[in-house]
Structures are given as structure tokens and as C-alpha cells.
């Protein structure tokens, strides 16, 4: 597709259940980032993902969070045993080569909300 | 520990008129700054950088400033449009180290017209 697309544009869910969110970067970009926005809060750092590279899972904010990318090419954010403070915007995002100074390009995001 | 800070939640500006959106960052060895704007809905779109080894860069009608002895940088937009209306945030990055930005808490910027 011409943009980064994320599936589902909307997803609640109750405590404790495990959800699955679905980033579908440009095609030939290969890095891939997850962010999230709280509500009042900046997009946080996620994870990160380059061509065939170890992530880079600093952002993650705990081990309920994990996140894999298969081919190359789409990637898929899972939470499991959600709880109410993972409520968010979760925010996908790919740029060509990854590197420091490249323009990312994101998708309109999912919106999480834990009951 | 937030690195990069919009001190101002929202802005309102008249058509015509100057915005100007600031930012601080903390973190010396950020060499890269962007602006991301977002309309609701819709992910961040890149509007403009610049690198710290200039003080200002220009296109269009939007420039950024970079004070780096402040460790501050700002946005202009003349003269502001109601289509300007979104949030904007400030993002910042290092040329080592992780890959990822550091953003801002984004400033609503409301253009009246």
C-alpha cells in the first residue's frame, strides 16, 4: 500500500485478556518502529526493528509486552494480560534505512482502551 | 524522565498571524530535531528538521530555530492558516545509539479564523 497501515484502528478489550495489534509498514522500508501515546503524554518508544538485526526492545515497559516482525515485512505488537494503564494510542511507524536522521512515516494508530 | 518538553499544551493564534511553538530538550548529545505534526485520527506527518549544526532552517512558510546553548528549539509558522490547526510535536534524535526519536507531549495549535 502507498502507507503505513495498522490494524484494528480500534480494539477494546477487558483486564486481563491478550490483544494483538497489526502494523503493515511501506513496502522496502526496512525499519519498523512501535510507539504508544498515553493520554497526555508524548509518544513513547516502543521497539524498534532493522532489516534482520536483534530489535531493539529498550522501550518496552514490561514483559507482558512483545512484539515480532516476520519476513521483513509486517509486524504484530502483543500484549498480554492487558491492564487499564495500557490504555493508549498505539503507533506504528517505517522509514527506508533506519537511520538517525530519517523522516518516519506512521499509521493512524490503534486505539486501545482496557476495561 | 521526559528529554524533550512542550511546555505549552495548546495555542491560539489568529489567521495571519505568527505561531510560534517551542520546545526544550534536556539530553546534549541530541544532534537531530524534528517537527511531527498530527491531525486527529491520523498518524504524526514529518513537517520539518534540522540538524545541530545549524541554527535555522526554512521551507515555506514554516522555520525552525535551534538555540543549542539553551537547548531549545522553535517552530514558527507565518502566517498561520486554520489548516495549521493540529498537533504539533517536537522530536529529537542521536546519531549513535538506538534508533528511535525522543517526543515531545505535542502543543495544540488552533488557528482562528
Known amino acids: 500500500g502507498a502507507g503505513v497501515s495498522q490494524s484494528p484502528s480500534n480494539k477494546v478489550t477487558e483486564k486481563g485478556k491478550d490483544v494483538e495489534l497489526r502494523c503493515d509498514p511501506i513496502s522496502g522500508h526496512t525499519a519498523l518502529y512501535w510507539y504508544r501515546q498515553s493520554l497526555g503524554q508524548g509518544l513513547e518508544f516502543l521497539i524498534y526493528f532493522q532489516g534482520n538485526s536483534a530489535p531493539d526492545k529498550s522501550g518496552l515497559p514490561s514483559d507482558r509486552f512483545s512484539a515480532e516482525r516476520t519476513g521483513g515485512s509486517v509486524s504484530t505488537l502483543t500484549i498480554q494480560r492487558t491492564q487499564q494503564e495500557d490504555s493508549a494510542v498505539y503507533l506504528c511507524a517505517s522509514s527506508l534505512m533506519g537511520q538517525a536522521n530519517e523522516k518516519l512515516f506512521f499509521g493512524s494508530g490503534t486505539q486501545l482502551s482496557v476495561l | 524522565d521526559q528529554q524533550v518538553k512542550q511546555n505549552s499544551p495548546s495555542l491560539s493564534v489568529q489567521e495571519g498571524r505568527i505561531s510560534i511553538l517551542n520546545c526544550d530538550y534536556t539530553n546534549s548529545m541530541f544532534d537531530y530535531f524534528l517537527w511531527y505534526k498530527k491531525y486527529p485520527a491520523e498518524g504524526p506527518t514529518f513537517l520539518i528538521s534540522?540538524?545541530?549544526?545549524?541554527d535555522k532552517n526554512e521551507d515555506g512558510r514554516f522555520t525552525v530555530f535551534l538555540n543549542k546553548s539553551a537547548k531549545h528549539l522553535s517552530l514558527h509558522i507565518v502566517p498561520s492558516q486554520p489548516g495549521d490547526s493540529a498537533v504539533y510535536f517536537c522530536a529529537a534524535s542521536v546519531k549513535t545509539g538506538a534508533n528511535n526519536l525522543f517526543f515531545g507531549t505535542g502543543t495544540r495549535l488552533t488557528v482562528i479564523p
Open positions: 534540522i540538524s545541530s549544526i545549524k
